[in-house]
């Protein structure tokens, strides 16, 4: 076994200190983490107020609430490691 050998195998064409744009990915979590929000909320109680035998049925929308309140979270950790980043490398 050689010591030399690489984990990974690179192209060449990338920076071997490639960072993502963090005020891009800042934006973003601003932007899509009210969004998100809203949309569980609004799918909640659109999931409250259906009826058993509506279209869509409120599994359906339970299930859409359930989706974008598992993307805010995604979108409020993201947030929250960007921000940390930005205090430590900026």
């Known amino acids: 076994m050689r010591a030399t050998t690489p ?3 690179h192209s060449g064409t990338e920076p071997a200190t490639a960072r993502s744009d963090l005020r891009l990915r800042l934006l973003l979590s601003l932007t899509f983490t009210p969004f998100f929000a809203l949309c569980t909320a609004g ?8 009826t058993p035998d ?3 049925s409120q599994g ?5 609430a359930v989706a974008c309140g598992a993307l805010t ?3 409020v ?3 929250w490691i960007v921000l940390r980043r930005r205090q430590t490398e900026l």
Not at 43 to 50: D, E, G, K, T, Y
Not at 60 to 64: A, E, N, P, V
């Open 43 to 50: 799918f909640a109680v659109f999931a409250s107020r259906a």
């Open 73 to 75: 979270l995604f979108a």
């Open 77 to 79: 950790v993201d947030l």
């Open 54 to 56: 509506g279209v869509p």
């Open 60 to 64: 359906t929308l339970i299930g859409f």
């Open 7 to 9: 984990r990974r195998w």
